[in-house]
């Protein structure tokens, strides 16, 4: 081994410089006393994490061409970037496509107005958004349920009671949650925009069911929702031209924002945890050296009794 | 040797005003850095949070 290591690397490497350090260095090791099972089972339970590891690496990396979809392209977000924020002007648009086009089909009921404050509309325009909405509340003290206008705390609204309503009125597809949307998918928010604006004639030879649309970017092709999007199938408060791409691209915005409501926040505690630690680093390492100068500078003699 | 000296003898030999002193400037720190990493934040991302929108529904 020895040989080897000298053959490749030079004798350099064998012959320590600074043979204190190195003989203090063993003094701390805690293997030395281990028996030869115990360091060739710990040895082979690492290299099996390791490979576990790296095989599973591998596999997430490879090309996935086994299917037949489309992966979304890679868009550059305004809030692509690590300290880029939202654009909250986006958000505002994409809460009005989600109201105005989503929303008849989907539930998003993890949302409640009170989060709108302060992210996209004040507080008296959100409680109006509440209050367009009718709730039902109870029980009243005769013991019946009772509708009342939505307040802040309430969530949005669900277009159907239940899985099976939603099912029965969409072909048996069920419209699923939007909430969490965009962390759920491959492809985040981009997959959402190419599904949203991706919509094309189904090629030769693909069949269509009752009720079925052709989008490449869907798993399998056959998607059981109409497209939503056009030009102008809504218009912006702000004035915006409301092209499908940028309404596409709004609501995508705005369903990035509900599954990841913290994401301002967090990439600012990156420019604060960037700062600390440049600071503690450099702080770590004067110690060191401060510490190291006594142990480095010291010299050990071994003078023999003549 | 004054500066150094002056400040050795009325904070960090006694635990009582270290303590203090730790306190009073980890307060003092952590008000600039964070006004310094909200400046940057908000400079960087100008026009498009919602304090810099804010104005135009209210």
Redesign the interface.
Known sequence: MAATVGRICGVGLLKPSNLTTISQKSSYSTAKDWTWGKKALLGSLGLVAGGTGAILFALDQSVKASDLELHPPKNIW?HTGL???????SI?RGYEVYKQVCAACHSMRFIAYRNLV?????EL?AKAEAEEQMVEDGPDDQGNMFKRPGKLSDYFPSPYPNEEAARAANNGAYPPDLSYIVSARHGGEDYIFALLTGYCDAPAGVVLREGQYYNPYFPGGAISMAQALYNEVIEYQ?GTPPTASQIAKDVSTFLKWTAEPEH?DR??ML??AI??FTFLIATCYYIKKLKFSSLKTRKIEFRPKE | MGFSNTIYNSIFKRTSTMALAIVASAFFFERTFDLATETFFDKYNEGKLWKHIKDKYE
Do not use: L, M, P, Y
């Not at chain 1, 302060?118 to 004040?122: L, N």
């Open positions: 305004s300290f880029s924020a939202f654009d909250h002007a505002r302060g992210v996209s509309h004040t325009e702000d301002d990439k600012k420019i604060k700062g600390i």
